[in-house]
């Protein structure tokens, strides 16, 4: 819930906001549950931070910055503190602020009006665990953004994504496999379950996602395989790919962790 983290794919992290509620599979060990009940408290309430919800304006060095990592920026139960939140990304254009959601349906409806084609600061991603939560891609692609991107973590199927699958029902159709990869995304991360109730990852499935990225020449990064102890196994194959987002326009592949052999 602090500046300090121990995420490869990020510099800090901040929770404006914490709590929220399981809606998939990737959801059944996440650490924010485990920490909040051992606190003492609901982790399925969401409620406002009393202590880092400014914490960008004091810091002064630019950092990149994983956002709600304790909950989902776009989940219902913050509407009447998100306008703030963006009030604290907008005037702090020296961080780079990633935003992460399982819920990509909301995003559009959610942005500041201010948003055109997409704050310079500011990357959106989804979580993609398995197959059928491809769905999320499409709601992402839709949206402008400088860098849109995936984490497939926990990664508990194999994922094509060539073959996007729909949920019915969405109003966006319920076969878009047209829509393919390499359509808008920029980023790919990967990686295994930590602690005592992991479940393993399939290291041919985490191949396959970095043989789709190299071969649509998108960054890919591996974060870690699974095991009880987050950040082990930090290498696939031999080789460490810390890949990195650049913006679209023009600017190259902002790779800011080399990838090489281990």
């Not at 982790?43 to 994983?66: C, M, N, Q």
């Not at 304790?70 to 009030?87: G, Q, T």
């Amino acid at each position: 819930m602090a500046y300090e983290t121990g995420i490869s794919w990020t510099e800090a992290t901040w929770n404006p906001f914490t709590g929220c509620h399981k809606i998939s599979t990737g959801c059944k060990n996440c650490y924010m549950f485990t920490a909040k009940a051992r606190y003492g408290q609901d982790p399925s309430i969401v409620v406002r931070s009393k202590t880092t919800f400014d914490a960008p304006l004091k810091w002064k060095e630019p950092k990149l910055i994983f956002t709600c990592s304790w909950s989902d920026f776009f989940i219902s139960d913050a509407d009447k503190w998100r306008d703030e939140a963006w009030n604290v990304i907008r005037a702090t254009p020296r961080h780079t602020y990633q935003v992460l959601t399982k819920r990509p349906e909301r995003i559009a409806a959610h942005l500041p009006a201010d948003w055109g084609e997409g704050w310079p600061n500011v990357w959106l991603g989804v979580s993609v665990e398995d197959q059928e939560q491809t769905w999320r891609i499409p709601y992402l692609i839709e949206i402008p953004a400088k860098v849109l991107f995936l984490s497939c973590e926990p990664l508990l199927s194999a994922i094509d994504l060539h073959a996007v699958t729909m949920r019915d029902g969405d109003g966006l159709g319920a076969d878009l496999t047209h829509i393919g990869f390499g359509t808008g995304i920029d980023w790919v991360i990967v990686g295994g379950e930590s602690g005592p109730s992991f479940r393993p990852l399939d290291l041919d499935h985490a191949r396959s996602l970095r043989d789709q990225c190299v071969a649509a020449g998108i960054p890919f990064f591996y974060k870690q395989g699974a095991g009880l102890k987050p950040g082990m196994n930090t290498a696939l194959d031999g080789v460490k790919w810390r890949q990195m987002p650049g913006l679209r326009q023009g600017d190259d592949v902002r790779e800011l962790r080399a990838v090489g052999a281990e």
